[in-house]
């Protein structure tokens, strides 16, 4: 059986899942055919079941509950990794100007409305675009993620907050960012988890080879930026979310819900 796997091209996803997209980790019976698409289209596609596993935000997994098992593994969770909201100028933030966010079902926007706790005028736009709006109009205000924590100063943007520091120190729990979806029909989520940290464990045993595939899908950045990604991004919530992680993802629906 060929399943259809959908994961973003950051170095992170490309680093876990390397074993499985290198052929190096198989099972007898599966095969999968990946998909690389920003972590919005992703959670547009999830919505109509578009592919068997995905990588998705977990802000938007509740309305997928029904469609769609969350594995423990291959996921991104962790502390001081979350998004950002910067500015193209000084460090204040103008409740009333609007907000550039990755998308309506990212665990970045919200983060953004826990965070502000009122009411922000927003517009949604892919990351890249999202990333070269902020860089280049004056006064513009967005929130970023993945590799751009690592860049935005160096292009000349200021943080107004760190939206994951804020989280960590109101609710104490580490940050869910992504998660990894299994279609519940299949009945091969137990299967795929198995799969994936197989994959990672992999990566970790052969780290050249699984780096040199990152580079082939991040090649606008350095090395450095790669290896600083991979390390916040990929944990021991990768592998396991594990009881720590797990309260963590309650803790968070819990909000949504709340919200």
């Not at 698409?37 to 919505?47: F, R, S, W």
């Not at 001081?80 to 103008?94: H, R």
Request: net charge negative; charged share 20%.
């Amino acid at each position: 059986m060929t399943l259809s796997l959908c994961i973003s091209p950051c170095p992170n996803d490309v680093y876990i899942f390397a074993g499985i997209l290198l052929g190096k980790v198989a099972h007898p019976e599966l095969a999968f055919e990946t998909a690389y698409l920003d972590v919005q289209a992703a959670n547009e596609a999830a919505q109509s079941g578009q592919f068997d596993v995905i990588k998705i935000s977990y802000a938007a997994y509740p309305k997928l509950s029904q469609l769609y098992d969350l594995l423990p593994s291959g996921g991104a969770l962790g502390r001081g990794c979350g998004p950002l909201l910067l500015k193209n100028g000084d460090a204040d933030f103008d409740p009333s100007a609007e907000v550039l966010a990755p998308g309506a079902q990212t665990t970045a926007n919200f983060l953004l409305d826990f965070w502000a706790h009122a009411p922000l005028e927003k517009c949604y736009l892919p990351f890249d675009a999202l990333y070269e709006e902020l860089r280049t109009v004056p006064g513009t205000q967005g929130v970023v993620i993945h590799e751009k924590r690592f860049t935005y100063e160096a292009d000349g943007l200021t943080l107004i907050q760190d939206l994951g520091e804020h989280w960590e120190a109101e609710t104490g729990y580490a940050i869910p960012l992504g998660a990894i979806l299994c279609r519940t029909s299949l009945g091969l989520s137990e299967t795929v988890a198995d799969l994936i940290r197989e994959s990672l464990a992999w990566a970790d045993t052969h780290r050249d080879e699984a780096l040199a595939l990152c580079r082939q899908h991040a090649q606008d950045l350095t090395d450095g930026v790669i290896e600083a990604h991979i390390g916040l991004y990929v944990n021991e919530y990768s592998h396991d979310l594990g009881k720590e992680g797990r309260a963590a993802v309650e803790f968070f629906f819990s909000q949504q819900t709340a919200g």
